[in-house]
């Protein structure tokens, strides 16, 4: 997939919901519902995240594209995947949904994330230090490779192979 240089959008759903049914696995039953739905607008599906933030639970799609994504796509999606949210009921309780684009700076979370970002500059956050580099547990270079559920990590000329169990949180670097 290309991605376009500037794709900054956010679309929030300020309706609450109110569910009755009891919320098992609710990442995977809505991504198995609706990224067929998404996908068939026209959209990949970056993320799928069910999360409590403060006392509000937020499920949060993140969608892309190779044209990018603006306003009028997140509503787009927003509009479509409600109404099968309310009919699929797969959340017990309230929630707010959003739709936005993963931005210029995003979250590397799946395999195939580091596969379509072979190339650009990522931000790691290890769990511990690398023998190869002691002393730091964050590292920024350059994506060369992604195979065997390890990456190459280029730093200052210097190639290093990371697994990804060793990585807690990785994003893609945008410098302005």
């Not at 069910?50 to 993140?62: I, Q």
């Not at 409600?82 to 309780?93: R, S």
């Not at 949904?97 to 500059?121: A, N």
């Not at 290093?160 to 990585?167: F, G, R, S, T």
């Amino acid at each position: 997939m290309t991605r376009p240089t500037l794709n900054l959008c956010f679309c929030y759903g300020e309706e609450t919901v109110k569910q009755k049914k009891p919320s098992k696995n609710v990442v995977a039953v809505v991504t198995e519902a609706l990224e067929p739905v998404i996908n068939e607008l026209g959209y990949d599906v970056w993320d799928i995240e069910y999360v409590k933030e403060g006392a509000d639970w937020f499920l949060r799609f993140t969608i892309d594209s190779e044209n990018g994504i603006d306003i009028n796509d997140c509503e787009k999606v927003h509009r479509t995947i409600d109404p099968l949210l309310d009919e699929l009921d797969p959340i017990e309780g309230a929630y707010h949904l959003e739709v936005s684009s993963p931005g210029l700076e995003r979250d590397i979370k799946r395999d195939w994330h580091y596969e379509v970002c072979v190339g650009e500059k990522l931000q790691l956050k290890l769990f511990a230090p690398l023998e190869a580099r002691p002393g730091t547990k964050s590292l920024v270079g350059i994506l060369k490779a992604y195979a065997d559920k390890k990456i190459t990590l280029e730093i200052d000329g210097e190639e290093l192979v990371i697994p990804l169990e060793a990585i807690s949180k990785a994003k893609t670097v945008y410098d302005f």
